[in-house]
């Protein structure tokens, strides 16, 4: 069965779309799925935390750096071989962005507690309606509670935008495991942390119709 193709999408830069993309894809991995990872982003942090994963750890999932214009013809190759192939791409809703969104069954857009971040989703929602890709807000970096959390959530449900039921916390964990080029179902499995990516990839799982 063809790999089911996860593109990361957010235009605000600094949304956490990276660190989603690795933790997803590890936590799928762990799960013992075939798992790749196409870095469409020119900044290629997706990239640098790979090369230390194979240093570090020397095998998970496989990522890939390459231009957006070439990204269609790669994504078919590798549907042949993995289970999960996980799209990030640059935050602009310029080429390489649409190509990444058309090429989708599912669009994850990270939203943290900001105004900033809540302004910045409306491109992205665009570009996915008229590529008539699915969409999946995940609310990002939550803290436990606060009036801005509230305000944003209260916003994203008043529009009725497509919410992820999972939400991932502001926790330090996230970003430490990215530093030994892991994620944080493997260096903290036990931690809150490890719980919500992986509640998330399984909501994502049954959101495209179980395993691929």
Known sequence: MPAKA??????????GKTTL??????????????????????QGSLTAW?????????????????????????????????????????????????????????VLMPVQPSPMDLWAIAP????????KTRVLL?????????????????HIESQSLPLAQSRLGNRVSFAASMMEGRGVVETAPRDPAAGEIRALAMEIDALLGGKA
């Open 6 to 15: 996860i593109t990361i999408a957010q235009q605000k830069g600094g949304a």
């Open 21 to 42: 993309a690795a933790q997803l894809a590890v936590a799928w991995h762990a799960a013992g799925r075939r798992v790749a990872l196409l870095d469409v982003d020119p």
């Open 50 to 106: 790979g090369r230390v994963r194979l240093e570090r750890v020397g095998d998970g999932p496989k990522v890939i750096e390459i231009a957006g214009w070439k990204m269609s013809t790669e994504l078919d190759r590798m549907k042949r071989d993995f289970d999960i192939v996980v799209i990030d791409s640059p935050p602009h809703a310029e080429t390489d962005a649409r190509v990444a969104v058309r090429a989708a069954d599912l």
């Open 124 to 131: 992205t929602l665009e570009l996915a309606r008229k590529e």
């Open 138 to 154: 995940v609310l990002n970096r939550m803290p436990s509670r606060g009036r801005l959390p509230d305000a944003i959530l209260g």
